[in-house]
């Protein structure tokens, strides 16, 4: 499976971006899509996922209420809509897929895309 993250900038604090990110390859493979996080000097850090079968989503409690995922099925494709940004929500922003045993924990994830850079400036 490969993943292709697109969406990432510079936005000001209280601004709006969208992350996609789009899957190719054996993609069967996927149940969940998820975003993850990792900032300067800090550990990655689960954000949301979503299942492909039935459109659940988990959410980190930092982001609850700012940020939404969904899926397009069809199309192999996650969104993270992410409102009132916060300088804290400065991060590399990572999607991954895989079948996870325990929701928005890195190692549970089996396919990684590179990274899109969220910048949210004070």
């Known amino acids: 499976v490969q993943l292709q993250a697109s969406g990432g900038g510079l936005v000001q604090r209280g601004g709006s971006l969208k992350l996609s990110c789009t899957a190719s390859?054996?993609?069967?493979?996927?149940?969940?899509m998820g975003w993850f996080r990792q900032a300067t000097g800090k550990a990655r850090e689960g954000v949301a996922h979503?299942?492909?079968?039935?459109?659940?989503?988990l959410y980190a409690n930092s982001v609850k209420g700012r940020f939404t995922i969904s899926v397009d099925v069809a199309k192999n494709t996650a969104h993270l809509e992410m409102n009132s940004l916060k300088a804290e929500d400065t991060a590399v922003y990572y999607c991954a897929v895989g079948w996870p045993s325990i929701p928005l924990i890195e190692s549970e994830y089996d396919y990684w895309g590179s990274g899109t850079q969220v910048t949210v400036s004070s």
């Open positions: 979503i299942s492909t079968s039935d459109g659940r989503a």
């Open positions: 390859g054996s993609v069967f493979r996927i149940n969940y």
